[in-house]
C-alpha cells in the first residue's frame, strides 16, 4: 500500500536525522532570529551545532514583525548584507542609521542559510 511506503519512508529520514543529532558540540535552545544567526555562524565555523524549537514554525515572533506588521528595523547592516536580504535605510531623528525590510524574507533567509551552514 502506497501510504504504508509514504510512511515508512518518512519514518526513517526522520530517524536517520535525529541520529545525527545526538552527539553535538553546540545546542541552540530556540529558533528564533538570535537563534538562527548564532547557529548559522556556529555551523560556519564547523562546530556540530543543533536548534532546538517547541513550536511547529521557526523564526520566533519575527513573522509578525514590529506591532503586527510584517516590517522590521534592523541595526546592523553586514547581517543583512551576509543572509543576501534587502533593505530600505531610514535615519532615524537621532542620526542613527534603520534598515527596513521584509520580516518573512528575513525569517526566511535567516533559517534557509542556518540549514545550509550546516
Partial sequence: MIETDISRAILEEYNRRLLEHLENDV???????????????????????????KRLSIGGG??????????????????????????????????????ITDAIEFATALAYKAKKAA
Fill in 62 to 99: 519575527i513573522w509578525g514583525g514590529a506591532a503586527g506588521y510584517n516590517v522590521i528595523a534592523v541595526e546592523d547592516k553586514d547581517i543583512l548584507d551576509e543572509f543576501g536580504i534587502t533593505a530600505k535605510k531610514q535615519t532615524c531623528a537621532m542620526g542613527k542609521d534603520l534598515y
Fill in 27 to 53: 545546542v541552540i535552545v530556540g529558533a528564533g532570529p538570535a537563534g538562527l544567526v548564532a547557529g548559522y555562524y556556529l555551523a560556519k565555523a564547523r562546530a556540530k551545532t543543533t536548534i532546538l524549537e
